[in-house]
């Protein structure tokens, strides 16, 4: 099938996308609410976008009922988050923290998540994942009335210590897990992995 995308409704072209585009990397996103509370969500409309600086785009869209998400509210009020790449370890409670939960309850303590302070924000980084990256706000970028991209600055990195090598600065692969999202409810692991020789001019 081939469609413009202004045919297409704005369900049809989110299953094709988020079907599609696969797998996506999941910023795992803990800020603070106006009370202190931590807030955690996955987005996986979500990349780095360069390196000097490191740049993170988080897309956000509104509830039903236009209610803005608190990360949204909670990021662009205090200009601070921390993205947490998640590993197989860490999916199911990732996946729990998507649930809509009032604004002011924490899905860090209804999920039992080990939280760790954060060096140059204020928002907590999650313990136990394989990487935390601090970000600070740059730009909100508005798409129509209610999608909002977060641009961020990540300004300080945690890796995690046995998945790093500081000799050769390199993840040690083997036990570094991390997962993407497929459409839906459906995750893929990144265990198959393949290595191809360096291309050249044939
Ligand atoms: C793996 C995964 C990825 C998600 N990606 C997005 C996304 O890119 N953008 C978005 O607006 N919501 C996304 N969601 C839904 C949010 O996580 C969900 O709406 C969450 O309740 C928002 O929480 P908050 O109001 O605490 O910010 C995703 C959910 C899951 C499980």
Redesign the pocket.
């Known amino acids: 099938m081939d469609a413009a995308a202004a045919d297409l409704t704005a369900r049809q072209r989110y299953k094709l996308l988020t079907a599609l585009v696969v797998p996506r990397p ?1 910023a795992w996103t803990t800020t603070l609410n106006e009370a202190g509370t931590v ?1 955690v ?6 990349n780095v976008l360069g390196d000097d600086p490191p740049i993170v785009i988080i ?3 509104p ?1 039903p009922g236009a209610r803005l ?3 949204l509210v909670n990021a662009q009020r205090t200009g601070e988050w921390v993205v947490n790449i998640v590993d197989e370890a860490l999916a199911e409670t990732m ?1 729990q923290t ?3 939960y009032p604004a002011g309850v924490s ?1 860090a303590e209804a999920t039992g998540l080990a939280l760790a302070p954060s060096k140059a924000v204020k928002p907590p980084r999650i313990r136990d994942v394989p990487f935390s990256l601090e970000c600070r706000l740059r730009q909100v970028i508005e798409i129509g009335e209610t999608r909002r991209l977060l641009l961020g600055e990540g300004v300080h990195f945690h890796v995690r210590d046995d998945i790093f090598d500081p000799e050769t600065f390199r993840i040690r692969g083997e036990k570094f897990f991390p997962i993407g ?1 497929f459409y839906g409810n459906r995750y893929a692991r990144t265990r198959d992995q393949f290595e191809l020789p360096p291309a050249v001019v044939e």
Request: proline letters at 5%; glycine letters at 0%; aromatic letters at 14%.
């Open positions: 999941i807030n969500a996955p987005f996986s409309f979500f897309s956000i869209n509830r998400k608190d990360t996946h998507s649930a809509e899905e999202r």
